[in-house]
């Protein structure tokens, strides 16, 4: 397809769960070589296993995004496997339990911002000098909804994907002479971070997030989430950056 991905090395972080997994396996089965990375060995190992069973060539690297030394040698080992770096799709981000505001710790503040805009500046950072290079590169950061709309409990959550968003249209205003394009997709789809039930205030969060939402159910990451970001790390997008893309069924038209 004029507008595929097929041959072109991506960098999926976080891609052992969710969102990150079901956009690493969209863009597997249309001809991506991937670069697929998580902190959880077990979960890292079945990410592999069925991408193999798809028969999609990768990387299967354990990297904690917060660690700026890992993710530059991450872009260097994927380049150097690949012969090539095409896109990153800057994923990962860890998450923590719904708190008030009054409530909020250093140590959780600082988990999301190393997490978040920290991880997500180090990693295009990363891969900056081989998009440079090439005169072409495609990046794809991961926004939310509460960060624009304050979602209560999300305090450091929110505030950190406020950052990435503003780092988002930094990177594109400073890159697009380099022919890099940077967007921020802000997706609607939580089936792996799901409350269970005996959490009510977690619960009460969710069901507020799908009250009055125009679909009326959360995104599928396969069907509904990756297929925006394959067309944001295309060339049909060429020219399309530094811009939020609000991947969530409506959702956001509650506000």
């Known amino acids: 397809m004029e507008y595929g991905i097929r ?23 249309r001809g991506a070589r991937l670069t697929i990375t998580g902190r959880n060995p077990k979960r890292l190992a079945e990410t592999s296993a069925e991408l193999d069973g798809l028969g999609v060539e990768h990387l299967a690297v354990e990297c904690d995004v917060a660690d700026r030394d890992a993710t530059f040698a991450l872009a260097a080992r994927t380049h150097e496997r690949f012969g090539r770096l095409d896109g990153l799709v800057a994923n990962a981000q860890t998450f923590r339990p719904v708190t008030a505001l009054e409530d909020v710790t250093s140590s959780d503040m600082d988990l999301l911002l190393d997490t978040g805009p920290k991880g997500t500046l180090w990693a295009m950072q990363a891969v900056f000098p081989y998009f440079r290079d090439a005169g072409r590169g495609r990046i794809v950061t991961m926004g939310s909804a509460v960060g624009m709309t304050g979602g209560a409990g999300y305090g450091p959550y ?57 679909m009326g159910r959360d995104g599928d990451p396969d069907a509904d989430i990756a297929p925006p970001v394959l067309f944001l790390l295309s060339d049909a997008s060429r020219y399309i950056t530094g811009e939020t893309f609000m991947v969530d069924g409506g959702g956001q038209m509650r506000a």
Not at 14 to 27: D, K, N
């Open 7 to 29: 041959d072109h090395a991506v960098i999926v972080t976080g891609a052992t769960r969710g969102i990150g997994r079901g956009i690493a396996r969209h863009l597997g089965a």
């Open 158 to 214: 929110s505030a950190s994907k406020e950052a990435v968003r503003s780092l988002t249209r930094t990177a594109a205003r400073e890159w697009a002479r380099h022919g890099i394009t940077v967007n921020c997709v802000c997706p609607a789809s939580a089936a792996h971070r799901r409350p269970p039930a005996d959490d009510p205030d977690r619960r009460a969060v969710f069901d507020a997030m799908y009250a009055q939402h125009p």
